[in-house]
């Protein structure tokens, strides 16, 4: 029998492995007692994964099998079937704290690609952006319609991993996981699809009218081709044609940011350019730390997007770049401390895209420009009625609209007749946002030529960037001179 060693690929369909093993494959998932005890993993992800594997196994039943559940050691568990002459089979995959086990589990085992990331030899951008396109075109994997019966018994239940490892979902989640809810969300969205271009920056409106699918991408219930295959056949009847581009154009990100921890294995714990490496990392802060994990900063929208990070599992991008930005140019604190909490609580946290976008909103890659999010003016853009601040934000309800964006501006005569009372009901700003961002723009203008420079190293270049958009010789041109009009961006 040939082991299928599912991971984050929790579905039959567009398979790689599993076509390869063809009708003798005996599909296992292995829980990792690491992984169900890391702080990093909140409960309501675990239950997200757990209500995937639920659905994994009825399609497997559908077609004469049953799923393995394991628990231990990956490696360990592999070793012992292989050991009763069983072939293991999997789709290979670096986005994941682990690293060494990785490349360990490559040496021993039998891998396969089963995406548009390319695990050698990717070539320059250009090159890997036509591939990648390419494999998106692609016609799907059909999985076999029939399979042996699975000759490996499972180990443990759904329910008794639940109650070993205490997992209790406490976040208000948008649906279960899944390849069945999976299609049916992404079936729903693409009905509305002609709005999501006017959706995606308003934190009240992504909220509700996005697809909400990239949990489902992120944990293999639905292949990010047949999304955007199925994205691409209804922009032949679209009016809107921009807007199903533009989600397309994320699906086909999503990849982008998979190749990015494949060639950079440190992406989640070391700045990208080595100019940065050590930025703010002595400048630990608990009291402004702690007011930003809790939505106690004092500036509204920051504020409302922590609260609904934690209380939900999700946040639009748009409000993920600003809490980002804001940590790191801002309060001035060590990228990788948000980054991790941002990880622990998003029930689709992606390794790749939070860790490599934490490090460009932070301004640590040096490709980018310096994108310093003003929260007072994203209100003004993004949350005008303060709806979204009302939300998450309660004790904010009745302050007027003329001030939801700086309650701190409110004369002590409207605090009293709204009843939120600055410094007592809701905190005074943590810091002075403007007198921050100026010293972030000093510095990075500062450093600028020698992050500039570090792009002669072909390594740190090839960490750095995988867009053709971004010119190493124009970079490397601006290295020898004086940035005093280096782009800035206050967005």
């Given at each position: 029998?040939k082991?299928?060693w599912?991971?984050?690929?929790?579905?039959?369909s567009?398979?790689?492995?599993?076509?390869?093993?063809?009708?003798?494959?005996a599909?296992?998932?292995?829980?990792?007692?690491?992984?169900?005890?890391n702080?990093l993993?909140?409960?309501a992800?675990?239950e997200f994964v757990i209500?995937?594997?639920?659905?994994?196994?009825r399609?497997?039943v559908e077609?004469g099998?049953?799923?393995?559940?394991?628990?231990g050691d990956?490696?360990?568990?592999l070793?012992?079937?292989q050991?009763?002459?069983?072939?293991?089979?999997?789709?290979?995959?670096?986005?994941?704290?682990?690293?060494?086990?990785?490349k360990e589990?490559r040496?021993?085992?039998?891998?396969?690609e089963?995406?548009?990331?390319?695990?050698?030899g990717?070539?320059?951008?250009?090159?890997?952006?036509?591939?990648?396109?390419n494999?998106?075109?692609?016609?799907?994997?059909?999985a076999?319609?029939?399979?042996?019966?699975?000759?490996v018994?499972?180990e443990?239940s759904?329910?008794?991993i639940r109650?070993?490892h205490d997992?209790?979902?406490g976040?208000?989640?948008?649906?279960?996981g899944?390849?069945?809810?999976?299609?049916?969300?992404?079936?729903?969205?693409?009905d509305?699809?002609?709005?999501?271009?006017?959706?995606?920056s308003?934190?009240?409106?992504?909220?509700?009218?996005t697809?909400h699918?990239s949990?489902?991408i992120r944990?293999?219930c639905?292949?990010?081709r047949?999304?955007?295959?199925r994205a691409e056949?209804k922009?032949?009847?679209?009016?809107?044609k921009?807007?199903?581009?533009?989600?397309?154009e994320?699906?086909f990100?999503q990849?982008?940011f998979?190749?990015?921890i494949?060639?950079n294995p440190?992406?989640f714990?070391?700045a990208?350019?080595?100019?940065y490496r050590?930025?703010n990392k002595?400048?630990?802060?608990?009291?402004k730390?702690?007011s930003w994990k809790n939505?106690r900063?004092?500036?509204p929208l920051i504020?409302a997007s922590?609260?609904?990070?934690?209380?939900t599992?999700w946040?639009?991008f748009?409000m993920?770049?600003?809490c980002?930005s804001?940590f790191?140019?801002?309060?001035?604190?060590?990228?990788k401390?948000?980054?991790?909490?941002?990880?622990?609580h998003?029930?689709?946290?992606?390794v790749?895209?939070?860790?490599?976008?934490?490090?460009?909103?932070s301004?640590?890659v040096?490709?980018?420009?310096?994108?310093?999010?003003?929260?007072?003016?994203?209100?003004?853009?993004?949350?005008?009625?303060?709806e979204?601040?009302?939300?998450y934000?309660?004790e904010?309800r009745?302050?007027p609209?003329?001030?939801?964006?700086?309650?701190?501006?409110?004369?002590?005569?409207?605090?009293?007749?709204?009843?939120?009372v600055i410094?007592?009901?809701?905190?005074e700003p943590?810091?002075d946002?403007?007198r921050e961002?100026?010293k972030?723009?000093k510095?990075?203008?500062?450093?600028a030529?020698?992050?500039?420079?570090?792009?002669?190293?072909?390594?740190?270049w090839?960490?750095?960037?995988?867009?053709?958009?971004?010119s190493?010789?124009k970079?490397?041109?601006?290295?020898?001179r004086?940035?005093s009009?280096?782009?800035?961006?206050q967005i």
């Open positions: 029998m082991i299928i599912h991971r984050r690929d929790l579905r039959t567009d398979n790689r492995a599993l076509k390869e093993a063809g009708e003798d494959a599909p296992v998932y292995i829980f990792d007692p690491e992984w169900l005890e702080d993993v909140s409960d992800r675990l209500e995937s594997l639920k659905d994994l196994n399609q497997y077609k099998s049953h799923l393995a559940l394991l628990h990956p490696v360990e568990k070793e012992e079937l050991g009763e002459g069983h072939e293991v089979f999997f789709n290979l995959d670096a986005n994941h704290f682990r690293q060494e086990r990785e589990v040496e021993k085992f039998c891998g396969f089963n995406s548009a990331v390319k695990t050698s990717r070539g320059d951008a250009e090159e890997w952006e036509e591939d990648a396109k494999w998106f075109r692609e016609k799907r994997i059909e076999p319609e029939k399979l042996s019966d699975n000759p018994e499972s443990v759904l329910d008794e109650d070993e997992i209790e979902p976040k208000k989640k948008f649906g279960e899944g390849t069945q809810e999976a299609r049916k969300r992404l079936e729903s969205f693409l509305r699809i002609e709005i999501y271009s006017g959706c995606i308003s934190p009240s409106k992504a909220e509700a009218s697809s699918l949990p489902y944990y293999g639905i292949s990010p047949e999304v955007y295959q056949k922009k032949f009847k679209a009016e809107n921009q807007s199903v581009e533009m989600f397309m994320r699906v990100w990849q982008h998979n190749q990015k494949e060639d440190k992406l714990e070391e990208i350019n080595p100019v050590d930025l002595d400048n630990y802060d608990e009291e730390i702690e939505g900063t004092g500036y504020d922590m609260r609904a990070l934690v209380e599992g946040l639009n748009r993920r770049a600003m980002a804001f790191s140019y801002i309060l001035k604190q060590w990228w401390i948000g980054a991790d909490f941002f990880y622990r998003l029930i689709d946290a992606d790749a895209i939070n860790y490599y976008q934490w490090q460009m909103q301004g640590l040096g490709v980018h420009a310096n994108r310093i999010y003003d929260p007072t003016k994203q209100v003004e853009e993004k949350d005008p009625d303060g979204f601040i009302r939300k934000v309660p904010l009745s302050v609209d003329k001030f939801i964006a700086e309650p701190w501006k409110m004369p002590e005569k409207v605090q009293e007749e709204c009843g939120v410094g007592r009901n809701y905190p943590v810091v946002y403007d961002a100026r972030a723009r510095l990075f203008e500062k450093k030529p020698e992050a500039y420079a570090s792009f002669k190293d072909d390594e740190v090839r960490k750095a960037s995988l867009s053709s958009r971004n190493r010789e970079i490397l041109e601006e290295a020898g004086p940035q009009d280096l782009k800035e961006f």
